[in-house]
């Protein structure tokens, strides 16, 4: 959980606490309660910038630590992070010019081909990235380029479906941050490569919803490298206090526009060197 340290993050010179003593302000707690009745009750909220700011790093950040917190000890379990906005394209959609981080949990993972309830997130959004399997802990040393590639075990073709507890997604970057950076499911390919097989700053994405090509993008509109995005991940996750982990899933941010999706649309990405990825969308809330 990213909870218990202080930080200090290479996005934006965070230096105040995310742990308890954040979570006792009154604007912190209230902006927890508004996000948690959202996701219990699946009815959108009103944003969160009105109590925390619409660029406070440590506050957003502490909201989303708490937010964690409460769904572990209800018991899910983290299994990765995602990083969200590294495309320049998905940032200028959303008004924000920097990268976020969120954390996966176990009930988000979806296999190809999958069917999704289009209940099971809130105001769905489908982008199509990279996505890497750690082999090894990322909390020690440099946690440079080199060292962070040695950590991957593969990379496989990804689908985020992004969602937003925030009605209408009227977001600034602290209610996007605080609400566990838009996170929502994901869908993983079954087509593995180590990075001595391909390069992922080399791939080449097409989407199409319903057969109709919809967003593309490469590896490089991402961060200028799916790399070079997750070195930005493993040395923030540590300022939070909580390192990636070997067997942890990364999806390492958008190569292309999102696009929304509604019950009946099928989804297929095709990444040059990872295949494809697929998965449709049905009527129904999440069971």
Known sequence: MLVGTASCLHSGGVNETTGPAATSRPDIAAAVERLAAAFASGVP????RDLIGPDDLAAAYAVQAALTARRVAAGARIVGRKIGLTSEAVQRQLGVDQPDLGVLFDDMAYADGDAIPVGRVLQPRVEAEVAFV??????????D????RDAVEHAVAALEICGSRIAGWDIAFGDTVADNASSGAYVLGTERRTLDEFEPVDVVMSMSIGGEEVSTGTGAACLGDPVEALVWLARTARDLGEPLRAGQVVLSGALGPMRP???GDAVTATLS??????VRFTEGAAP
């Open 45 to 48: 909220c009103a944003p969160v």
């Open 134 to 143: 750690l082999r090894s802990d990322l909390a020690e040393g440099p946690l």
């Open 145 to 148: 380029a080199p060292q962070v």
């Open 261 to 263: 999706v509604a019950a």
């Open 273 to 278: 060197g990872l295949g494809t990825v697929t």
